[in-house]
Structure formats: C-alpha cells, structure tokens
C-alpha cells in the first residue's frame, strides 16, 4: 500500500471517530449500565454505557451489577467519551439518554463491568465502538466467562436483551 492511501486511510478513521470529552460527577447510578452526573454546567445528564449491557435490577445478579457500579463510581468525577451525532457533541440513543464510554482516573469503567462479570459485552451496537474498545471489551467478556467471575458463576446467564424480551410478552 502506497504511502499516500495509508495517510488517507489513517485521516478517514480518525476523523469516524472523533469524541467529544466532557467532566461530571456522578450523582445516581441507575443499575449497572445507566448512571446519572452532572455536568461542568450543572446539568444533569443520563448516561448510558457504551458497549455493555448489565443485568436488569430484577434480574439474577442485576443488583450486584448495580451495587458494584454504585460503590466505585456514585460521588466521584469521571470523564465521559462520546461521539458527537448530528448537531449534539454526543451521541443520544433510543431513550434519549447520552451514549459514552466512563473514565474515572484513567480506568475504562465500562471495560472493568466486564471485567469484574457485572456485565456483557453488548455486540449488537459494537460498530459504535472504536476497534480496540471491541476487541479488549470482547477479550475481557471471554475471560469472564471462562474463569466464572461474577455473573458467569452460574455458567450460561440469560442476557439481558433476551430477559427484557421475556419482560415485554407478559
């Protein structure tokens, strides 16, 4: 490959995901994937966790998502990442709500709900993910799962998406 594609290769990846970075404090967490902060300007935003997908409070070990989250994240300053959409410097998804990925202090926190089995990795929206978030959030998932950590203890938990699927019918 000539030198002159590669730089415009490399120029058309950057310029896919371009992120706009902005402070908060958080001041509610929701459950394990949904938090609530407050932003440099006092406002308050939803924020909904790029790339995973934690089990519903009413679902097995959805608590435990919730209370891992809430004890490392609720009171502390974090940096939100989210790719800016349309006229917003975020994106918004379906319930409105900011869809970014949550740094505190340089560590991935959506990459440690994996991690830690407090969460899957939500594959159905990865092409809204940088390559390398796809691949370490899917590496850390199979890691998980293989040593029985956290929600894998029980072996094959049900997702999420198909629990709230379930929810839906009743």
């Known amino acids: 490959m000539s030198l002159k594609r590669l730089v415009i290769v490399m120029l058309f990846l950057l310029s896919t995901y371009s992120f706009a970075d902005f402070n908060a404090v958080v001041v509610n967490i929701?459950?394990?994937?949904?938090?609530?902060v407050i932003d440099n300007n006092s406002k308050k935003l939803r924020i909904r966790l790029l790339g995973i997908d934690a089990p519903e409070k009413k679902q097995y070990f959805?608590?435990?998502?919730f209370f891992y989250l809430n004890r490392i994240l609720k009171g502390q300053s974090v940096t939100i990442i989210s790719?800016?959409?349309?006229?917003?410097p975020y994106t918004l998804g379906y319930y409105k709500r900011i869809i970014g990925k949550v740094v505190m202090n340089g560590r991935d926190i959506n990459l440690?709900?994996?991690?830690k089995g407090m969460a899957w990795h939500?594959?159905?929206y990865k092409k809204s993910q940088p390559i390398g978030d796809r691949h370490?959030?899917?590496?850390?998932?199979?890691e998980a799962r293989r040593n029985n950590i956290?929600?894998?203890f029980e072996g094959d938990?049900?997702?999420p998406w198909r629990w709230r699927k379930l929810q839906y019918k009743k």
Do not use: H
């Open 30 to 36: 929701v459950d394990g994937d949904t938090i609530d």
């Open 62 to 65: 959805g608590y435990e998502s």
């Open 83 to 88: 790719n800016p959409d349309k006229k917003k």
């Open 112 to 115: 440690e709900m994996i991690k």
């Open 122 to 124: 939500f594959k159905k």
């Open 136 to 142: 370490s959030y899917n590496k850390a998932e199979n």
């Open 150 to 152: 956290g929600l894998w």
């Open 157 to 159: 938990p049900l997702p």
